[in-house]
T-cell receptor
Framework: IAGITQAPTSQILAAGRRMTLRCTQDMRHNAMYWYRQDLGLGLRLIHYSNTAGTTGKGEVPDGYSVSRANTDDFPLTLASAVPSQTSVYFC?????????????FGPGTRLTVL | QKEVEQDPGPLSVPEGAIVSLNCTYSNSAFQYFMWYRQYSRKGPELLMYTYSSGNKEDGRFTAQVDKSSKYISLFIRDSQPSDSATYLCAMKGLVGYQKVTFGTGTKLQVIP
């Protein structure tokens, strides 16, 4: 069982380019999340999805969009990348049936926007 | 003021020492309290969780919650070099279950 996979592992991107970060989970979790992690700021929620077909905005959604066409995939798109989007991006998932709402994280994507 | 405050460290201790990691918070609606461990260049993984106030022990790890003081702690006994990682506290309320608020993390180094 892979859990959560993310691609690419790392990427250097020119400002203004469009980029999609991929996230796939095989745990059949209802909910999925995208976070960015920056030094001194910790993990901040970008967007989330409670179930396939629905999405919601997190703490820092501007400049990002997501879709949830099925249970397993939750891609994050940067329509026109800017240097302030340089960060490490983590995808996570959780099961609504878990009272603790434990979130399982992927290995992350390191994105540098120049 | 951030909802969750956590000392970023770094914290450096000798092998075998007792480690105390702490977070304070301001939102009285938080009911679930968690500690995640994150190794370098990896995603966070859940280490322990506690509901409401009290203590919870799991091997060398003890999580403690004091809701009256809005203060949570993670104690690591007999610390090992393999415990070297960043520890993130996290918490959430009962309503809006999907929203977890994370601390910024404390980096711990255990010296052999």
């Amino acid at each position: 069982i892979a859990g959560i996979t993310q691609a690419p592992t790392s990427q250097i991107l020119a400002a203004g380019r469009r980029m999609t970060l991929r996230c796939t989970q095989d745990m059949r979790h209802n909910a999925m999340y995208w976070y960015r992690q920056d030094l001194g700021l910790g993990l901040r929620l970008i967007h989330y999805s409670n179930t396939a077909g629905t999405t919601g905005k997190g703490e820092v959604p501007d400049g990002y969009s997501v879709s949830r066409a099925n249970t397993d995939d939750f891609p994050l798109t940067l329509a026109s990348a800017v240097p302030s989007q340089t960060s490490v991006y983590f995808c996570a998932s959780s099961s609504h049936g878990d009272l603790n709402n434990e979130q399982f994280f992927g290995p992350g994507t390191r994105l540098t926007v120049l | 003021q951030k909802e969750v405050e956590q000392d970023p460290g770094p914290l450096s201790v000798p092998e075998g020492a007792i480690v105390s990691l702490n977070c304070t918070y301001s939102n009285s609606a938080f009911q679930y309290f968690m500690w995640y461990r994150q190794y370098s260049r990896k995603g966070p993984e859940l280490l322990m969780y506690t509901y409401s106030s009290g203590n919870k022990e799991d091997g060398r790890f003890t999580a403690q919650v004091d809701k009256s003081s809005k203060y949570i702690s993670l104690f690591i006994r007999d610390s090992q070099p393999s415990d070297s990682a960043t520890y993130l506290c996290a918490m959430k309320g009962l309503v809006g279950y999907q929203k977890v608020t994370f601390g910024t993390g404390t980096k711990l180094q255990v010296i052999p």
